[in-house]
């Protein structure tokens, strides 16, 4: 209330005006008291819609859909087996499945962050500090805190569905790898019991330097020709595995992988043809040098083509050392020939695949030159033997002193160069002893003792009344003086049978007395002929 001060005395009294009340502000306090949870509710949930929706994209991006795709190329396969990896594509549920989640949630969560923050931005530039020019100023910080407030609670409600979201994929995931192990385990299962049942348990590799008995070929990719080290059902595949070269590979015999180049996993040289589909019959040799081995396996393999000819069944040669021995010694019996010596390398077995009846075996027949049997090295490195089967111990009656002896001169300088080099007592003992070494029960073998020759010895064998098994024995043990070697073979081996055996390759048919060998042999395998 102020007086003029020009004028004393005079008053002008001036009325009292109250400032008009500002009613207006309280209403919209009131209003945005009410509007801010509103907006705040609607807010969160269209940015919980949003940050879904940008998660979704970035979800579909990552996957390869859409137009800004960033899908994550599969691994390339290893260039060879590298002791470790195949050269074949991971199967998605092995690899790339965790890696696709892994990339997905990357992407998305890239994508969502992106959204947030350009909402964020969006929202105090236009609510919180405008630029300075900005001719429109809808500056309103209430509603830019409502707004900021529903971002950051859309962000959270949306990252809470996510969490439940990625949680019910891993859970999806996680089930369909337990089935894929499961299957697995059941495919590879029902594989070994198709194996278990047919009595296939081996892999005798028939290479020279090898021999190794392996459980399971590897194969070569029929499209490419890289090696694959075990293609069974796994990583790579259940029913079949993706080479690098693309190429489909089955993995089990059963769905056709023996269709595929078969090779040893150990000296990575060729299998037999359709290798690990058939059980085997290993047949190894041993005997002292020119004892007659490898004339006596020749006789047996065409024993065993006529004896199979004459019951209906078949008997091939399954690769190609093979087929070239057989038509050599084909050749040898046309020309009334006799093999030559055997060399001291390593051998390659002969193998003939035998069916008959729905039954089938593959035939191994492993020869070694016979100064092998001399040393225990020697013996020790026939990796074959390990495997039980059947022996066949090749005793050359003129290398038994007291047959020899009792030989009138000119026998004895004719038969001479035909001679076995060593006594047989020598040889068994040798090999019995170095298989016991090195842990071989001889009584997982049966025995085959093949007294060789027995053309060149007719007049002393029909003296005796020599025919049987049981006179076999006797004359070797009686006249012949080989009563430790008898006893021997009946100690150490769980089945032992005693031939006289006439493989002389002139004559058009096998003699009978290889036939009987033979059929004993093929018996042990329960090949019937
Ligand atoms: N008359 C006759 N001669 C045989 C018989 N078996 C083998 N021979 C001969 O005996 C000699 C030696 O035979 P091989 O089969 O080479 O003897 P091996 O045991 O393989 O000898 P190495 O390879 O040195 O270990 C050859 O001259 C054969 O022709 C047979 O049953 N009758
Ligand atoms: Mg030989
Ligand atoms: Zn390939
Ligand atoms: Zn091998």
Not at 375 to 390: C, F, K, Q
Request: hydrophobic fraction near 40%; charge should be positive.
């Amino acid at each position: 209330m102020a007086a003029s001060g020009r004028n004393p005395g005079h008053y002008t009294y001036y009325t009292y005006t109250p400032p008009p009340r500002d009613t207006a502000k309280y209403w919209r306090l009131g209003f945005w008291v009410v509007a801010f949870p509103v907006i705040v509710g609607f807010g969160t949930v269209l940015q919980a819609g949003k940050s879904v929706m940008a998660y979704t994209r970035g979800v579909a991006a990552a996957l390869g859909i859409g137009k800004d795709a960033q899908e994550l190329s599969p691994p390339v396969p290893a260039y060879e087996w590298d002791g470790r990896r195949e050269p074949a594509y991971v199967q998605y549920l092995f690899g790339q499945a965790w890696r696709d989640v892994r990339h997905t949630i990357a992407v998305a969560l890239r994508r969502q962050q992106e959204s947030f923050k350009a909402e964020g931005g969006r929202v105090l530039k236009r609510h919180v500090h405008p630029p300075e020019d900005d001719a429109a100023d809808k500056r309103n910080p209430v509603l830019g805190v409502a707004q900021l407030v529903s971002i950051g609670l859309g962000a959270l409600v949306a990252g809470l569905l996510l969490l439940v979201a990625l949680a019910a994929q891993a859970v999806v995931l996680g089930l369909f790898w337990a089935g894929a192990i499961a299957f697995l385990y059941a495919l590879r299962l029902a594989d070994s019991g198709v194996l278990y049942v047919r009595r296939i348990r081996r892999i005798t590799c028939p290479n020279q330097q090898c021999h190794e008995r392996v459980p399971y070929p590897s194969y070569k990719c029929p499209g490419c020709d890289v090696l694959h080290h075990d293609v069974r059902p796994g990583k790579y595949g259940m029913i079949h595995r993706t080479c690098r070269c693309g190429r489909h590979m089955p993995t089990l015999l059963m769905l056709g992988s023996h269709r595929m180049k078969a090779v040893c996993p150990h000296c990575l040289k060729e299998l037999e043809e359709g290798a690990g589909r058939t059980r085997e019959l290993i047949l190894p040799v041993f005997g002292s040098p020119q004892a007659g081995k490898t004339q006596l396996l020749a006789a047996v393999a065409l024993a065993t083509v006529s004896l199979l000819d004459r019951a209906r069944g078949q008997a091939e040669p399954v690769d190609d050392y093979s087929r070239t021995w057989m038509r050599t010694v084909t050749d040898l019996r046309a020309r009334g020939g006799s093999v030559t010596k055997t060399t001291k390398a390593s051998q390659h077995a002969v193998s003939l695949r035998l069916s008959r009846n729905g039954s089938r075996v593959v035939l191994k027949m492993f020869d070694a030159a016979g100064e092998t049997f001399q040393s225990a090295e020697g013996i020790r490195d026939l990796v074959y033997l390990r495997g039980g089967g059947t022996l066949l111990f090749v005793l050359d009656p003129l290398s038994v002193p007291a047959l020899w002896k009792g030989l009138d001169e000119d026998r004895r300088s004719r038969l001479e160069p035909l001679r076995a080099v060593s006594e047989p007592l020598k040889v068994l003992e040798e090999t019995v002893q170095t298989l016991h070494q090195i842990d071989i029960d001889t009584h997982k073998f049966r025995l085959a003792v093949a007294v060789s020759k027995s053309d060149l010895v007719a007049p002393e064998l029909a003296a005796a009344h020599v025919g049987d098994d049981r006179s076999i024995r006797e004359w070797l043990a009686g006249p012949l003086d080989q009563g430790l070697l008898v006893r021997s073979v009946e100690h150490e081996f769980g089945t032992a049978r005693f031939f006289l055996t006439t493989a002389t390759l002139a004559d058009r048919t096998v003699h009978a007395s290889v036939e009987t060998l033979a059929t004993w042999v093929l018996d042990g395998e329960g090949m019937r002929v």
